[in-house]
Nanobody, 126 residues
């Protein structure tokens, strides 16, 4: 069955960096885009970044522009999120997700996505 597996989270000091990975496997229907989301207790899931599977176009939330970079390696079925200059407010569970609907997934709307990973915890603290 279709699976998305996130990795790379952990504990990092403010100003530090992490790189998250999302590996897709078992997909029988090509997905149009991959997104990264984050969620903290009591709040809705927030769109962080996304990338098109076809042309590589990207989306970033205002809160992470200039600090985070999304990229993909189609041969490895992997999407990455490089996170630099991390702040305590970046602390959250980070999820990757894919959508199979053409034209969806190039914003921060989680309802456009069909498949979700299990999440990886990112904690930014000294």
């Amino acid at each position: 069955q279709e699976r998305l597996v996130e990795s790379g989270g952990g504990l990092v000091q403010p100003g530090g960096s992490l790189r998250l990975s999302c590996v897709a496997s078992g997909f029988t229907v090509p997905y149009s885009a991959t997104g990264w989301f984050r969620q903290v207790p009591g709040k809705e899931r927030e769109g962080v970044s996304s990338i098109s599977s076809s042309d590589g176009s990207t989306y970033y939330a205002d809160s992470v522009k200039g600090r985070f970079t999304i990229s993909r390696d189609n041969a490895k079925n992997t999407v990455y999120l490089q996170m630099n200059s991390l702040k305590p407010e970046d602390t959250a569970v980070y999820y990757c997700a894919t959508t199979e609907v053409p034209g969806y997934g190039m914003g921060g709307n989680p309802y456009e996505y069909d498949h979700w990973g299990q999440g990886t915890q990112v904690t930014v603290s000294s």
